[in-house]
Structures are given as structure tokens and as C-alpha cells.
Nanobody
Framework: QVQLEESGGGSVQAGGSLRLSCVAS????????MGWFRQGSGKEREAVAS???????????YYAASVKGRFTISRDDAKKTVFLQMNGLKPEDTAMYYC?????????????????WGQGTQVTVSS
């Protein structure tokens, strides 16, 4: 089982930036999809971005349409950390952000079934 701990949330004004970090422990195989999800007040949880390292020098990333061009996901497997750089933040980005992981050789990070989750970090964007 993978343990995940997020940090980096906070309060910013619209147009500002935040960088979320997720430190993972408990895994030795890199073939994990690592993703960021969010849930706003009264809303359903939604996928924000995910990243997969294919072990052959390639990296596959996926983004929700609402954040594409503003958010960047990356991972440092040596540090077992996943990052979410969020630029151009909007009030509608306000939510609790969760890091999640699923062991998935071959990728397919858009499919549901993430089974390891962090506790979340709050992001609040004011207008």
C-alpha cells in the first residue's frame, strides 16, 4: 500500500500560483499512475491531472480541460514526489486537492480505480 501526503495548499488571489507536493512512500515499483483530484464544496470529486512514467524514458501526462495550459503535473521518482504547479488560478479552482495513486503497468491513468489517497490540501482562490 502506498502512503501519500500532500502539502502546498493555501489562499491566493485570482491569477496567483501555488505548487502542490505529494510525497509517496511504500512502493518500490515505478509503474504507478499518480494523479491529482479535487473536490469543491457541494461538488463531486473530479480528476485534475495525472502522470505516468513508462520506464523507457517517456512520460505521459493528462489534464482536465479546465486546467490545461495553466496546471503542470510532474513527478520525481528519486524523491518519490509528485508536483502540481498551478498558475493563473481562478476562483473556480477553489477545492480540496487530493493526491492519489494506483499500480497500473502500461499506464491508462484516465481509468478510474485509484486506490491510495492522501488526506488532501485546501486551495482557496479569491477574486
Amino acid at each position: 500500500q502506498v502512503q501519500l501526503e500532500e502539502s502546498g495548499g493555501g489562499s491566493v488571489q485570482a491569477g496567483g500560483s501555488l505548487r502542490l507536493s505529494c510525497v509517496a512512500s511504500g512502493y518500490t515499483d515505478w509503474r504507478y499512475c499518480m494523479g491529482w483530484f479535487r473536490q469543491g464544496s457541494g461538488k463531486e470529486r473530479e480528476a485534475v491531472a495525472s502522470v505516468y512514467i513508462d520506464g523507457q524514458g517517456g512520460t505521459a501526462t493528462y489534464y482536465a480541460a479546465s486546467v490545461k495550459g495553466r496546471f503542470t503535473i510532474s513527478r520525481d521518482d528519486a524523491k518519490k514526489t509528485v508536483f502540481l504547479q498551478m498558475n493563473g488560478l481562478k476562483p473556480e479552482d477553489t477545492a480540496m486537492y487530493y493526491c492519489a495513486a494506483v499500480y497500473r503497468p502500461g499506464g491508462g491513468c484516465l481509468r478510474p480505480g485509484y486506490n491510495d489517497w492522501g488526506q488532501g490540501t485546501q486551495v482557496t482562490v479569491s477574486s
